[in-house]
């Protein structure tokens, strides 16, 4: 498994990279079966530390967590506990499915757009209006609605775009104001 352990600001050192890669393995062995990288950032704001942890599966699923605490250690093992509880709820979820994903998921190549903020002029900045902000290339995964909706709500996201592994449809999940889902099929 690949790790990337960086601080913004901050020298995460030797101790704390090898602390990270053990809590991590024991995370992975206990939960994931076939992991393929975690990223972890570690900035501070103001007196409290802040880590953000972000690990892929092969199965597609997106496991991200953010925590702060006043001490740089308690912040990660904060966020180590939650991407622990995250990865256990998902395999939990799968067996209660009793569905196998032998095959990652795949994948489709969606087109990308760019926006050039430099493009604007100084009126376009003072009107106020929002930017548009481009993102990079996003690959959609096929998914079923429900492995859908797990997925967004492991990843904390508001909304989740995805194919439709039932009629290789975009499809779109999204959390409500009232607290449910709601689920976008265009015809």
Not at 59 to 78: P, R, V
Request: overall charge positive.
């Amino acid at each position: 498994m690949f790790y990337q352990i960086t601080g913004k600001k901050i020298d995460t050192g030797e101790a704390l990279n090898n602390h990270v890669k053990s809590s991590l393995d024991n995370v992975i062995t206990k939960y994931a079966q076939r992991p393929i990288d975690a990223t972890v950032i570690f900035s501070k704001n103001a007196d409290q530390y802040v880590c953000e942890a972000i690990m892929h599966l092969s199965t597609g699923l997106t496991a991200q967590s953010k925590t702060s605490a006043h001490e740089i250690y308690a912040a990660f093992d904060a966020t180590s506990k939650k991407l622990g509880t995250q990865l256990r709820r998902y395999k939990r979820r799968l067996k209660d499915h009793i569905q196998v994903r032998s095959q990652p998921v795949e994948l489709s190549e969606t087109p990308s757009y760019r926006h050039k903020i430099e493009a604007l002029n100084d009126s376009d900045r003072k009107t106020g209006q929002p930017l548009t902000v481009a993102e990079t290339d996003q690959d959609l995964d096929y998914l079923s609605v429900s492995q859908a909706v797990m997925q967004m709500e492991l990843a904390g996201a508001p909304v989740l775009v995805f194919r439709n592994e039932g009629h290789n449809g975009v499809n779109v999940v999204y959390r409500r104001k009232d607290g449910n889902v709601g689920w976008v099929d265009p015809a």
